[in-house]
């Protein structure tokens, strides 16, 4: 029996935006299309979003990266780039004003988006000053595989107490530093109804500020389009 050769894949440089990490990755195959298909076909923004992270994962070409401890941003920037080279880096993408009602097409380029980190988003939050305090993260893709996200009849209160939980990194009181992720989430979302609503209001404005891919266009006389999601680039 004969067997057909491997077709060699291209291979591309990539920079991981959350790590500095410089990294190698490859074109998408028709089986990573069919991925995307797949999950598509759920209608589930969860399983496209899982799917995404799957391409994503068989892309690089590094086995020493776990797709899942990369950030949310780092997984939408890196099937930016993925897409990119396999499909092509223009996309068109159709968007309404809400002003004029008008609608407006537009040509983007994938290889102009970036990530765009806050200008300041300070990670330490005081308890009781110089003793102890809440370190926060970026949450990671891993978010996606927790039950309340995979549940699709999930209320939005719920979802944003499991993205508050994937953003605490370590709670700290002088010498005492307590790993968030060895904590379970039952006490994790205790202690979370417990803090003062000042707290909360810091972790709230942190997730309310955290990195994203982004992609300006300007058009009209002053409007601008700000995309900033990859729903925004891409109709799943």
Avoid at 120 to 147: F, H, M, R
Avoid at 207 to 221: A, M, N, Q, R, S
């Amino acid at each position: 029996m004969i067997k057909l050769p491997k077709i060699a894949l291209p291979a591309y440089d990539v920079t991981i935006p959350s790590t500095g990490l410089k990294t190698k990755f490859r074109p998408m195959v028709v089986k990573d299309e069919k991925i995307l298909l797949m999950a598509k076909e759920s209608g589930q923004p969860n399983d496209i979003f899982k799917a995404v992270e799957q391409i994503v994962n068989n892309a690089l070409l590094d086995d020493n990266i776990n797709v899942k401890e990369l950030t949310l941003f780092d997984i939408e920037y890196l099937f930016i780039k993925v897409r990119s080279v396999s499909v092509g880096s223009t996309v068109s993408i159709t968007y309404v004003d809400d002003e004029d009602n008008k609608e407006y097409e537009f040509n983007v380029n994938l290889d102009e988006v970036i990530v765009k980190m806050p200008e300041k988003n300070d990670n330490i939050i005081e308890l009781v000053k110089g003793q102890s305090g809440i370190k926060l993260k970026y949450p990671v893709a891993d978010i996606y595989y927790s039950t309340v996200f995979e549940n699709p009849e999930s209320t939005p209160q719920e979802l944003f107490d499991v993205l508050v939980e994937y953003c605490l990194d370590q709670y700290f009181d002088g010498d005492t530093v307590i790993n968030f992720k060895d904590v379970e989430p039952v006490e994790i979302l205790e202690f979370v109804n417990g803090l003062d609503v000042k707290t909360y209001g810091k972790i709230r404005d942190f997730i309310d500020h955290l990195p994203t891919v982004f992609y300006e266009i300007k058009y009209g006389k002053d409007k601008t389009l700000k995309l900033t999601s990859l729903t925004d680039f891409f109709s799943f």
